[in-house]
Each structure stands twice: as structure tokens, then as C-alpha cells.
């Protein structure tokens, strides 16, 4: 059940009502609410929800021990969940791909391989959990006494698929209080769905099948179409990956909640720091919380060289959390490598913000060199194999990066031009659809002219998000 | 929740929504044969007297020259393509929902080919086979006019498509008749065939190392005859190919015409075996049939029938 699926559409306008019928009543409400989680995720894989279920129970469970102990015990509660959560998203997502390496470099027969498929959404929800345990142990949240409330935090369908990886401390505390719809947030969120909707339905899905032909046939092509194709892909995954963001809060937001923002209007940072700043927000700063800063902390005595040790081993935990490939894991060492150049000149924590109406040569020069630097990243990113990932470097940096590009199409451009104009015109704002400060009719002339491009050049047949599969 | 900011919400939405659905009924009404090679199967009136098979039975048998030779029927071609209508449950279950339940004299032509009755020898069960993505596994109404069910689960392309691509401003070179033909016009300049049909033997080559013939497909095949045979009179055809791609099919399963045999025989049935008139025809590819060929062929189907009924008159 995709977000820009009529599955969907039913099912959210129906839950939508019956939710808002019995707003006087929290608990009904939240039941409802857990109901609509399990409905939506059952839907996906049903066999998975005992996992789910049974996660949230322990989860639950191992919480409230946590914040009854102290001391030893505590820790050992502490313990004890963050290698449940850690160890079952292991044995889905990384089993097979520890066996195969090991089998592999020992030259032993492997006969361990699982034949299991990866559950749905659990890098995220156990993300959450690990998140919920750290908090309960350094005193930062109380444990949550409502099991529905917890349930449906571990659940919430709005943000289960692909984020945004909430903290309990942002999400608990409004399950437990009443929720209040207002016209003007109803409508603002359904702005946000809107955009979201054009970013993944006619931006993404148009740009998905060039990247695909160009990264399947990378060795027949030439440099340039190969670059042209790194590039394309930064355009498709923010907007396949933005998309689902907008839609996910403008969901949440429409059933009275507000859930972490995952983007920043990243197309615009000056450096690299920055974009990971304003790109997946929500996985960067709960790794900033729970990895980075415990290990700037451990690393204090060792200055700038410990800084950088702490940013690599973190950005290589980010390109791991992506899947057990090599390429991702080179994907996180590469961008850990690009911050050096900012730690050596004192520049990692220096905020430039665009101010102006429009950018001056060195705002563009910058932007410029940072979506080049994070295009060239994205080769790992998409190669499957590090001999993909040597090939398609060795086309770009080929002669023939200097010949005429394929694939090169005036309505994808044009439609790039229209997401960094309407998110260059709204940058400043809380989404890319932010427009209440406009005169109705002007705010009407952006829906209905959303809604025919949707319409006009929307791609119905690719409904999966990029991000369901980590 | 103020209930007025609720209604004011709710009403206000209402437009944008009312918008939309009108738009998309219009752009709706213009589905024909043009909107994709499938559309038209789910569309028009449940039929009486049915040709079944893959895309070779699409293209190669014409419902018109039946509906000529064979006095007072009206043929539907109910033949998708070989990842679509492989003889299965899920076809069994779409051939049910397709026919007219009044059925109670029909004629039904049952194209049989190894590919039709083949799986992929990798697949580990049935939910794994190609027709579980088809759109004969979800779909609930095959006659209506237009068909907004097909359109909104199968149709991936903006619905301006429909309208900016449809038949009166000239027909696509896989244009689906109402009665289920699929009309294929390409050139048969004979260099372009050679260079399709040397295309398609490599195709069907690796295609041939990648499946094997299937238990539950020829079971598949035997219910949907027995079904059929309550609603009337069936004959399966083995459709001819060119010499390149029955040599293919030869090596794959040598004995495939035996086999049709034995299963006519014991279901009291007729087979109708073309495989050696392959030169009598002109293929698109070496494996689909040209149009004007396939006219000639389905008269041929189309006496056979004939004289058969008068034999048994």
C-alpha cells in the first residue's frame, strides 16, 4: 500500500474520518490509530506484524525495567534490548552478507546463507527502539506506561516505511495528549502531500528509467552519459526520497502530528557539511546524538584528528545502515573524507545561508562543487558491486566525459528546473509548498497547476520509494 | 477539532477532488484499442465463442474471418501474451469471469504452444510465476465500457495518453479490435524480418535454457478444456511458426504435438496441428504471424471447423 497508491488513498480518507469522529475520546482514537498501523503494515507483509508486535512488546517491556533500575541492572536491561533490536535487524539485513564475506575470504563452503526476506521498514522502527532504550538510560525520557501509545509510536504507518526516524520524546508525549485539527494545518499539510506527490510521481518516476538504462549499460556508454546519469540520480533520489518525506509529515500532520523533518532543501548547501545538515535529517541527527557525540567525547584528547576519526567512523556507520554491500560502506567513507578539507580549515560548523532572492556567483560556485562532489558519491551509491563502482569512475573520467551525453531530455530538465525553482522560491519556509503567505489565487494557481502536471506527466507504474528498501 | 474547520477543510478539498475525477472520467472515455495491447480484453460484451492462448493466438487467429466462415457466432479473442495468459489458474479463473455464464453451445479454439505450458525452471512455486502480476489476477470486470478498473490498476501512463494517443488520430502499430485481435502492422520488408526474426531465435534460445514444461500448466490446460467442454465444442490449434523457431521448439520438447494429441484424445477434443505449414506463412518475427497471413490461416482454422460440425451433424 504506497502512499500514491488508490489503496492508499481509500484507506487513509476512510481512517481520516472515523479518526476525527472520535476526537473527544483519546483512547478510542489511539486505538484506532494502532488498528490503521497494523492494517497498513499487514497489508505490505502480514507475516511480519508477529515481528512488529512482538518487537514493540519487548521493547515496551525492557523500557519500563530500564527506569524501575538503577545501576548494574539498568545497564544490563539497557544491554540487553539494544542487542535484541540490534541483533534482529542484523540477522534480516546483514546475516547473509557477514556469512558470505567471511566464507568468501576463508575460501570455507558456505552453507549458512538465510533464505529470509527483509522485513519491511525495520531499519527504521528499530532505530526507534534503540533510540527509545539510549533515552530511558540517560534519563532523557520516562518510560511510556500506555502500551498503545508505545505500540503506535513503534508503528506509526505514517513514517514507517521510510522515516522519518522519530524520537520518543518528540512523538510520545502527542500520543498521550489530544490532537486538534485546524483548517489551516489540514491545509498546509495537504500542500506538503501535494508537492511530495509532483517530487515522486512526475519528477522521480520520470527520471527513474534513464538512470536505470544508463547505470545497467554504464560499460557501453560513454563518460559523459555516464556523469549525466550520477547527476540525474541526485535529482531522482531527493526527489523520490523527499517525496515520501512530504507525504509521510503531511499524513502525520493531517491526523494532528508533527514528526521530524528529513529535509532542509539540501539541492541549495554550501558545503558538505551542510548538506548532510539538510539531507535525511532525522537519521543524521539521531546519529549525531547516539554515535557522533559520544564519540567526539571518547576522541576529545586527540583534537582535530580525533574529530575526523569520529565523522568517518560515522558516516561509514551511515553508508552500512544503507545494506551490507561495500559500496555503500565506500559511499559512507568517501563522504567521511570530503568533511577533512572543512575540519583542517575550520569551516565544519560555519552556517551560510542564502539569504538574498537570488544567489551570488560564489553562493552558486559553492553549491555547485558540493552536488558534484556528493554526484560523484552517488556512483557508489547505485553501483552493486565495487567492480561497477571502478567501472562507472572509469567512464567518467574517460575522454569520452568529453563527448556530446545521451538521455539528455528538455522535460526532465525542465522539470528539474521546476523543483530548484519552487524550492529556491520557498527555502526559507518549513517545506517546498509553504505558501500560505501568498495571495489565495496565486495559491491556487500553484495547486491546480501541481495537480495538472501530476495529471499531465505523472508515472503511475514505478509506486515504490527508493528508501523501503534499506 | 473545531467540526466547522473539519467542513470548511472537508468542503474546500472537495473541489479539487470533484475536479480531478471528472477530468480523469472524460480522459476515460477515450480508452480504445490504442491504449495499451491488453485494455480492450476487459471491455465489450461477454462472449459465447472464445480463442485462448499467448500472443502468437492474438495475432495469428482473426475473430472477423470466423465470424464469416462460421455462421450466426461472434468470436472474442481472449489471447493476452505468454506473461499474461499462460495456461494457469489465474487464466482458468479470467476465462470464467470472461465468457458469458449463458454459454451453452460455444466454440472455443485453445492455441497451444511449449511456451504456454512452460514455467521458468528457477521459480519455486506458483506465486511465482509471471500471471500473478498480470492483470487478469486482480481484475473483477471484463465488459464494461470504458473499464475505469483496468485503467486505474493497469494503466501506469498519465490518462492524457488515452486521449492524446487514441485511435482517431491514427491507429498504433499494436492496435487490440474490439473483438480481441491484436493487429500488428510492421514492415516485412524481408530485411527487417530477417533482422527480427535472428532477434527473435536468440530470444527464445535462452528462453528454451530457462524453462521446462510444467505439470501444472498442462493440468492447468486440461481443466480449462474440460470447463469448456460443458459450454460447447473445443478444438486446440497448434499455431506454425517459421522454420527457425520450431527448431527451437523441436529440441525443446520433441514431443509436444504427441503430448496435445494424447490430451485431445482423452478429452474427446480435436487438434487442429499447423506446426508443419510453417512456410505457408509470413511472420512478423519468425514467431508472431503477419496480419494478412493470418487472415489466410484463421480460414483455414475456420473450415476445419465447419467441415467438423457437418461430420458430426
Redesign the interface.
Known amino acids: 500500500m504506497q502512499f500514491n497508491s488508490i489503496a492508499f488513498t481509500l484507506f487513509f480518507s476512510l481512517f481520516f474520518i472515523l479518526y476525527w469522529v472520535f476526537r473527544e475520546k483519546l483512547k478510542t482514537q489511539n486505538i484506532l490509530l494502532l488498528l490503521a498501523n497494523y492494517v497498513f503494515y499487514g497489508f505490505w507483509d502480514w507475516r511480519f506484524l508477529a515481528l512488529l508486535i512482538g518487537s514493540s512488546g519487548l521493547a515496551y517491556f525492557l523500557g519500563n525495567k530500564i527506569y524501575e533500575n538503577e545501576g548494574s541492572a539498568k545497564k544490563k536491561y539497557v544491554n540487553l534490548g539494544l542487542i535484541v533490536a540490534i541483533g534482529t535487524l542484523f540477522y534480516f539485513k546483514y546475516f547473509n552478507f557477514f556469512i558470505e564475506s567471511f566464507a568468501e575470504l576463508f575460501g570455507i563452503k558456505n552453507t549458512l546463507t538465510l533464505n529470509v526476506a527483509l522485513p519491511l521498514g525495520i531499519s527504521f522502527y528499530t532505530f526507534r527502539m534503540i533510540s527509545y532504550f539510549l533515552d530511558l538510560k540517560n534519563n532523557k525520557l520516562k518510560p511510556e506506561t500506555d502500551p498503545v501509545s508505545f505500540f503506535n509510536y513503534i508503528a506509526f504507518f505514517p513514517s514507517m516505511l521510510s522515516g522519518p526516524i522519530d524520537r520518543g520524546g518528540l512523538l510520545l508525549p502527542q500520543l498521550r495528549n489530544k490532537r486538534i485539527f485546524t483548517f489551516e494545518a489540514g491545509a498546509d499539510a495537504l500542500r506538503q502531500i501535494l508537492y511530495g506527490a509532483f517530487k515522486k510521481l512526475v519528477v522521480a518516476n520520470s527520471i527513474t528509467p534513464i538512470t536505470q538504462g544508463i547505470f545497467q549499460n554504464y560499460d557501453h556508454l560513454s563518460g559523459s552519459t555516464v556523469a549525466v546519469g550520477t547527476v540525474l540520480f541526485l535529482f531522482e533520489i531527493y526527489a523520490d526520497f523527499s517525496g515520501y518525506s512530504d507525504m509521510a509529515i503531511g499524513f502525520a500532520r493531517l491526523l494532528g502530528f508533527k514528526i521530524t523533518k528529513n529535509f532542509a532543501f539540501p539541492l541549495f548547501a554550501q558545503n558538505i557539511a551542510e548538506f548532510w545538515r539538510k539531507w535525511h535529517i532525522s537519521l543524521t541527527s539521531w546519529l549525531t546524538e547516539y554515535v557522533f557525540t559520544p564519540l567526539v567525547i571518547h576522541f576529545r584528547d586527540y583534537g582535530k584528528k580525533g574529530l575526523i576519526a569520529a565523522i568517518i567512523m560515522n558516516f561509514v556507520l551511515i553508508g552500512i545502515w544503507h545494506g551490507p554491500r561495500y559500496t555503500f560502506i565506500l559511499f559512507g567513507l568517501l563522504h567521511g573524507l570530503y568533511y577533512i578539507p572543512l575540519i583542517l580549515t575550520n569551516k565544519l560548523n560555519k552556517k551560510k545561508k542564502l539569504t538574498g532572492n537570488f544567489p551570488t556567483f560564489q553562493e552558486i560556485g559553492n553549491i555547485l562543487l558540493t552536488m558534484l562532489m556528493v554526484c560523484l558519491g552517488f556512483v557508489l551509491f547505485v553501483a552493486p558491486t565495487l567492480t561497477d563502482a571502478v567501472g562507472m569512475y572509469g567512464r567518467i573520467f574517460s575522454l569520452s566525459l568529453f563527448s556530446v551525453p545521451q538521455f539528455v531530455q528538455i522535460k526532465i530538465l525542465g522539470l528539474i528546473v521546476l523543483v530548484i525553482f519552487i524550492d529556491w522560491l520557498n527555502k526559507d519556509q518549513e517545506h517546498g509548498l509553504e505558501i500560505s503567505r501568498f495571495r489565495p489565487l496565486t495559491r491556487r494557481f500553484f495547486y491546480l497547476f501541481l495537480i495538472f502536471m501530476i495529471m499531465y506527466y505523472g508515472v503511475f507504474g514505478n509506486g515504490s520509494f527508493i528508501y523501503e528498501q534499506f | ?2 467540526s466547522f ?2 467542513k ?2 472537508l468542503f ?2 472537495s473541489f ?1 477532488v470533484v ?2 475525477i471528472i ?2 472520467l472524460f480522459l476515460g472515455t477515450y480508452a480504445d484499442g490504442n491504449t495499451d495491447d491488453n485494455y480492450r480484453h476487459f471491455t465489450g460484451l461477454r462472449p459465447s465463442n472464445m480463442i485462448l492462448g499467448d500472443s502468437r493466438g492474438a495475432q495469428a487467429v482473426v475473430p472477423d474471418i470466423l465470424d464469416e466462415k462460421i455462421k450466426g457466432r461472434e468470436f472474442d479473442n481472449f489471447s493476452l501474451n505468454i506473461a499474461d495468459s499462460p495456461y494457469g489458474t489465474i487464466y482458468f479463473e479470467a476465462i470464467r469471469k470472461k465468457l458469458n455464464p449463458e454459454t451453452k453451445d460455444g466454440i472455443f479454439i485453445v492455441t497451444v504452444d511449449p511456451w504456454n505450458v512452460s514455467v521458468p525452471k528457477d521459480s519455486k512455486n506458483e506465486k511465482e510465476y509471471s500471471e500473478n502480476r498480470s492483470a487478469l489476477a486482480d481484475m473483477h470486470f471484463y465488459d464494461k465500457v470504458p473499464n475505469y478498473e483496468y485503467l ?2 493497469h ?6 495518453n488515452i486521449y492524446r494517443e487514441r485511435e482517431a488520430v491514427g491507429r498504433s502499430s499494436t492496435y487490440l479490435h474490439k473483438n480481441g485481435w491484436m493487429e500488428v502492422s510492421v514492415s516485412i520488408h524481408p530485411d527487417t524480418l530477417k533482422v527480427r526474426e535472428a532477434g527473435k531465435i536468440q530470444q527464445y534460445r535462452a528462453l528454451a535454457s530457462q524453462q521446462k514444461i510444467s505439470k501444472y500448466r498442462i493440468d492447468a490446460l486440461e481443466n480449462i478444456i474440460r470447463y469448456l467442454k460443458n459450454k460447447g465444442t473445443v478444438y486446440m490449434v497448434r499455431i506454425p511458426v517459421s522454420h527457425g523457431i520450431m527448431e527451437i521448439e523441436k529440441a525443446y520438447s520433441p514431443d509436444f504435438s504427441e503430448v496435445m494429441k494424447t490430451i485431445s484424445k482423452k478429452n474427446n477434443i480435436k487438434f487442429l496441428d499447423f506446426a508443419s505449414q510453417g512456410k505457408h506463412y509470413i511472420y512478423t518475427d519468425g514467431n508472431h504471424m503477419y496480419k494478412e497471413s493470418s487472415k489466410v490461416f484463421t480460414a483455414q482454422i475456420a473450415d476445419s471447423i465447419v467441415a467438423d460440425k457437418k461430420k458430426s451433424e
Do not use: D, E, G, H
Open positions: 477539532m473545531n474547520n473539519m470548511k477543510f474546500k478539498l479539487y475536479a480531478v477530468v480523469l486505474l490498476k494503466y501506469p501512463r498519465s490518462w492524457f
